[in-house]
């Protein structure tokens, strides 16, 4: 695959360590009512590599949770950092040390890090990223959108090309009925959408409940072109699962997609471990 790679636009953004934001009561699609933690902060005990559904709690994030604390600059913090983006942080105690960007959560709004010593971290630490991938176009595919990732992560992915179609490994194929919250998002570059999961049963019966944060998946019959979701037959969309699952109606693992076709040029190949985590 030819990229416009050395065109593509790297840029600094600032960022900081999010508190965490409660809430509650959380209803499921029963009427449940559930009085547990929410987004945002340093999550120890749960980051990339683990299951989205190890964690009781409303879309428990990975790993550490950042936003700017100017609503409009975060916006564009949102739209322009990609997942694979070197991160360092610049303030507090642990000041030099570098993770990754590893997904963004809308509606709250986090751009989701890894960090291999997240313990050092504190609420309030500055991080800069360098937000460099939106604007990556593979100039022998035209019709295959890119958004969401940094282009050296990208050429990590064992993409293979056959027969004029790009084969992508991934460890789910999700079904176009349990898409769910995101769906109709104007702008695919600065947010994620939910798988669905109040079906349990259903999510099973794909092998959707083994998905893991940072997991590779495909989105079928799902175009996020022009806006995020849309059912198109035979379209593809490829995406990385950003943070766990949740109870409300409609809600589940979020996803942020990086790669989506409106025809058959993106073929999903069904493999046990694909993560972003083995790329880097």
């Keep these: 695959m030819i990229t416009n790679k050395e065109k593509v636009v790297k840029l600094s953004i600032m960022v900081e360590v999010a508190h965490p934001v409660v809430r509650t009561p959380v209803l499921d699609g029963e009427g449940n009512a559930f009085y547990f933690p929410g987004v945002g902060g340093i999550t120890y005990n749960f980051g990339l590599g683990d299951n989205a559904f190890k964690m009781h709690g409303d879309h428990i994030e990975p790993d550490v949770s950042t936003k700017n604390s100017n609503d409009k600059l975060n916006s564009t913090c949102m739209t322009l950092a990609c997942i694979g983006n070197e991160a360092e942080v610049i303030s507090g105690d642990a000041k030099g040390m570098k993770g990754f960007v590893i997904g963004k959560h809308g509606g709250i709004n986090h751009i989701l890090v890894y960090f291999p010593e997240k313990e050092k ?17 593979l100039l022998d595919y035209p019709e295959v959108k890119v958004f ?4 050296e992560l990208f050429e990590k992915l064992p993409i293979e090309e056959k027969d004029g179609k790009l084969i992508v490994p991934v460890t789910a194929e999700i079904p176009a009925h349990l898409t769910g919250s995101g769906i109709g998002s104007s702008n695919p570059a600065g947010t994620d959408y939910d798988i669905n999961t109040h079906d349990m ?13 940072g997991d590779i998946v495909a989105i079928k019959d799902h175009y996020s072109g022009f806006g995020v979701g849309g059912f198109r037959k035979g379209a593809i969309s490829i995406g990385v699962v950003v943070h766990s699952n949740c109870v409300q109606t409609g809600h ?9 076709s409106a025809k058959d040029l993106i073929v999903p190949k ?8 083995e790329l880097f």
Excluded: F, S
């Design 121 to 137: 971290l504190r609420v309030g630490d500055k991080i800069q990223i360098k937000a460099w991938g939106q604007g990556l176009e």
């Design 148 to 151: 969401n990732i940094d282009p």
């Design 201 to 213: 049963e259903e999510i099973k019966r794909y092998g959707i409940d083994k998905v893991k944060i």
């Design 252 to 260: 589940g693992p979020g996803i942020v997609v990086i790669m989506t």
């Design 270 to 277: 069904k493999v046990t471990h694909m993560n972003i985590k």
